[in-house]
């Protein structure tokens, strides 16, 4: 069992908080994955590229050339493929280049790590920054836009814990404004036989949107959110020092996917057949 207590980061919270027994099997006893699972990565992957490609060119699309794309897309060779995913990625930093350019705002931080060793680990996509203060921005790919997400930001945990610690690691010189949350969708649309790739990225780019939400820094709670991010912590270090958790079987699978230790609770691998009777009408 570790006896090192990694710094909290908000998808461990969200982990402890669904499922503890999952938690300790990835972090406090370190076990390895089922050989069965196999994770989906390409959509997690195309949003790596995604953040890849604004970082090297400091969300400056301008200037931005296709091969340093390709250079990208090459770096994820078992989930990404040129020919199929260039025209996507293509057509989504150009939506991205639209939506940054109208707000008209500069960023002063990238890819920053908010890192207090013995409490929070977290990664800020971007800060921009005005005469007045900084927006603390995080950008998401997503394949549709949830309507309730509008309703959900300003009390958005993660979104929260940023600007706490923002604040607390970074003491900015100017006041927070509060946080723009960005995200671009993607298309599952497949390239024609007869179409070129301006033709085809011209289609995808007409189907795929970019959103900005903003939300003023008087709405929002970061209060709240560390008051139920120490409570998690408190919690996970009980759980490195006993190492005896709470179960959640409501979290065996997300997203129609299983949990990669499914066998260390269930006995079995999720796909070994557990000898009940399925009857399909």
């Keep these: 069992m570790s006896k090192l207590v990694p710094p909290l980061s908000y998808s461990s919270m969200n982990e402890l908080l669904g499922c503890e027994q999952k938690y300790c099997w990835r972090k406090v006893l370190e076990v390895e994955p089922d050989e069965d699972y196999k994770q989906e990565t390409d959509a997690m992957d195309i949003g790596s590229v995604f953040h890849k490609c604004l970082e090297l060119c400091k969300h400056d699309l301008n200037g931005f050339k296709f091969p340093t794309l390709i250079e990208c ?18 057509a989504m930093l150009r939506r991205y280049k639209l939506l940054h350019e109208d707000a008209g705002l500069k960023p002063s931080h990238i890819e920053l790590e908010l890192l207090d060793p013995k409490d929070y680990k977290g990664y800020v996509d971007v800060v921009l920054e005005e005469e007045k203060g900084y927006w603390i921005t995080d950008i998401k790919t997503a394949a549709s836009i949830s309507r309730f997400l509008n309703s959900r930001l300003a009390g958005d945990r993660q979104l929260n814990l940023y600007v706490h610690y923002f604040e607390k690691i970074v003491k900015p010189d100017k006041p927070i404004l509060g946080c723009r949350y960005r995200a671009v969708t993607k298309s599952r649309l497949k390239q024609k036989k007869d179409e070129t790739f301006k033709e085809f990225c011209n289609r995808i780019y007409a189907g795929i949107n970019a959103y900005e939400y903003i939300i003023p820094i008087e709405l929002m709670n970061p209060e709240s959110a560390v008051n139920t991010f120490k409570k998690v912590q408190k919690r996970q270090k009980q759980l490195h020092k006993t190492g005896v958790p709470v179960r959640n079987f409501n979290h065996c699978e997300s997203y129609f996917r299983p949990c990669e230790f499914w066998s260390r609770c269930h006995g079995k691998k999720f796909s070994d057949d557990f000898g009940l009777t399925e009857n399909v009408y």
């Design 73 to 90: 897309i090459e770096e994820f060779p078992d989930t990404l493929s040129v020919k199929t995913h260039a025209p996507l990625l293509w």
